[in-house]
């Protein structure tokens, strides 16, 4: 087996260097390679046949994608949860097959009984969202369970925020603030690039809800504008959404008596109004109106808080809003 797996791995070198060539003696060897690997993978090998399932799927072409179906099926049938995975994601995302939801949902349940986080995670969106079958909070929250046990960064966000807004359990936020900070924590252990950024976005938006619960004091969680403020420490320069969010903390903190949070309130909002998005941007144009017509943090002034009160209707953004709204349309 370890001497298959070296050439398997030679056998990828060989084809990545030779992708270029224009040889038709290389493409000849190449193509036997192949349908030697084919004849092995025919006959049951399991391993040989999410290889090719593999090398045909990052070709990432109308039949890579519907040879890949073939060879992930013939493994999936024999029961390996890997392949299940990926060939439910084949069924969901039209890669190969037409879009087949309820499909899709048939392999996620076998490789997510055989343990398999990933297709955990995508059962229980399934689930959430009646996708491909009848929507179920209840069963959603399991599979997120299952898979947030093997740390599992999309499950852990799911399931801290169904633990926030009490979906398919009581609401608990010392349970979401736990779920928030084990992903805030984690550490990053893959090459791929794909993956390093799905786990930087997932790191992001748990750290927004940790900060939006420690500075705002959400659901009577015990406040701690100091511990907000170092969440997002780092963020406030790139990130708009941040800017509204830690100026809504100072503007709350300033309702509160503290000196010099409004006047930090004004001050991120100003910032996050320059935003290219126009959500955030109509957010923090709605929020700075109330600055400067209660005179909170700049000098009184209605014509300018009419002004920025225009703008952030011309953006979709008026009191029917929350920030919460906000928060929520990035996850």
């Not at 794909?194 to 930087?200: A, I, K, P, R, T």
């Not at 990130?239 to 930090?264: C, M």
């Amino acid at each position: 087996m370890k001497l298959l797996s070296v050439w398997l791995l030679s056998l990828s070198c060989f084809i990545m260097v030779a992708a270029n060539a224009q040889q038709t003696d290389v493409e000849k060897r190449i193509a036997k390679s192949l349908k030697n690997i084919e004849k092995r993978a025919e006959k049951g090998d399991m391993k040989l046949q999410n290889w090719l399932a593999d090398y045909y799927y990052s070709k990432e072409t109308k039949q890579g994608y519907e040879k890949a179906v073939y060879w992930w099926t013939k493994a999936a049938e024999q029961g390996n949860a890997e392949a299940q995975y990926y060939l439910g994601r084949s069924f969901a995302y039209a890669q190969g097959v037409p879009e087949d939801y309820a499909t899709a949902v048939c392999w996620w349940k076998l490789a997510a009984q055989q343990g398999h986080a990933e297709a955990q995670s995508e059962l229980a969106d399934c689930f959430y969202m009646g996708k491909g079958v009848l929507k179920d909070i209840n069963t959603a929250v399991h599979w997120w369970q299952e898979a947030a046990a093997q740390g599992d960064m999309i499950a852990l966000f799911s399931l801290g925020n169904s633990y926030e807004k009490g979906e398919g359990q009581d609401k608990d936020m010392n349970q979401a603030v736990l779920c928030y900070e084990k992903i805030a924590n984690a550490s990053v252990h893959t090459d791929d690039p794909l993956e390093q950024s799905l786990d930087g976005l997932y790191k992001y938006l748990a750290n927004l809800r940790l900060a939006s619960i420690y500075g705002l004091g959400k659901d009577g969680f015990k406040k701690d504008v100091p511990k907000a403020c170092r969440i997002l420490e780092g963020m406030i320069d790139k990130y708009a959404n941040a800017q509204v969010l830690l100026g809504e903390i100072y503007y709350q903190d300033g309702t509160n008596g503290t000196l010099g949070s409004y006047e930090k309130a004004v001050k991120y909002f100003t910032m996050a109004r320059e935003d290219d998005s126009e959500e955030t941007s109509g957010a923090a144009a709605f929020f700075l109106s109330k600055c400067y017509r209660f005179g909170r943090g700049v000098p009184q002034d209605v014509a300018k808080a009419d002004e920025l009160q225009r703008a952030a209707l011309e953006k979709g953004w008026d009191e029917a809003k929350s920030l919460e709204e906000l928060l929520e349309s990035l996850d």
